[in-house]
Antibody
Framework: QVQLVESGGGVVQPGRSLRVSCAASGFTFSTYPMHWVRQAPGKGLEWVALISYDGSTKYYADAVKGRFTISRDNSKNTLYLQMNSLRAEDTALYYC???????????WGQGTLVTVSS | DIQLTQSPSFLSASVGDRVTITCRASQGISSYLAWYQQKPGKAPKLLIYAASTLQSGVPSRFSGSGSGTEFTLTISSLQPEDFATYYCQQVNSFPHLTFGGGTKVEIK
């Protein structure tokens, strides 16, 4: 079955960097676009970034453009989000999500919590 | 950016009730809308896509309708496992996706 497992979250000071990962299994990872979606504590969902199946195309929300970089390693079935110049407002649970053939997020991981605090 | 406004933001209902949640878009999005269910401490789960298509494995008591700027999610007979927060999402402005603010369904 499809599994997405995020890791790498933690507490980081404002202005510092952090990389979170998402290990995929149970499907042919290299054929699916992938997204990151975040959720601040007690708040709603916010789309963060998208990468095409082969990594050639990437898009970002305005709130993270220029600071975050999405990437993937299809040989390792792993999705990444490199987060630089972190701010308090980046504090959230970060989910990876598969972009299914239906054109929507059909599978989600359990999330990894990133807390930006001094 | 396309804004999605859900109403109500909170509703209290009993098992067996018929429940309707509305999602309004700030501009027309055709049928490019999905509904997700999120239970506490869990990831969102896709329920309905393309406004009215039931995702595989989702009970038939869930249904979606609408197009353009107004959409509804209906639960025909609320079950104990349906108490959760529901989000709409538009993909018309792909890749810049947006979600509604959520509707929390609680037990009366």
């Amino acid at each position: 079955q499809v599994q997405l497992v995020e890791s790498g979250g933690g507490v980081v000071q404002p202005g510092r960097s952090l990389r979170v990962s998402c290990a995929a299994s149970g499907f042919t990872f290299s054929t699916y676009p992938m997204h990151w979606v975040r959720q601040a504590p007690g708040k709603g969902l916010e789309w963060v970034a998208l990468i095409s199946y082969d990594g050639s195309t990437k898009y970002y929300a305005d709130a993270v453009k220029g600071r975050f970089t999405i990437s993937r390693d299809n040989s390792k079935n792993t999705l990444y989000l490199q987060m630089n110049s972190l701010r308090a407002e980046d504090t959230a649970l970060y989910y990876c999500a598969r972009w299914g053939s239906s054109g929507y997020h059909d599978h989600w991981g359990q999330g990894t919590l990133v807390t930006v605090s001094s | 950016d396309i804004q999605l406004t859900q109403s109500p933001s909170f509703l209290s209902a009993s098992v067996g009730d018929r429940v309707t949640i509305t999602c309004r878009a700030s501009q027309g999005i055709s049928s490019y809308l999905a509904w997700y269910q999120q239970k506490p401490g869990k990831a969102p789960k896709l329920l309905i896509y393309a406004a009215s298509t039931l995702q595989s494995g989702v009970p038939s008591r869930f249904s979606g309708s609408g197009s353009g700027t107004e959409f509804t999610l209906t639960i025909s007979s609320l079950q104990p496992e349906d108490f959760a927060t529901y989000y709409c999402q538009q993909v018309n402005s792909f890749p810049h996706l947006t979600f509604g603010g959520g509707t929390k369904v609680e037990i009366k």
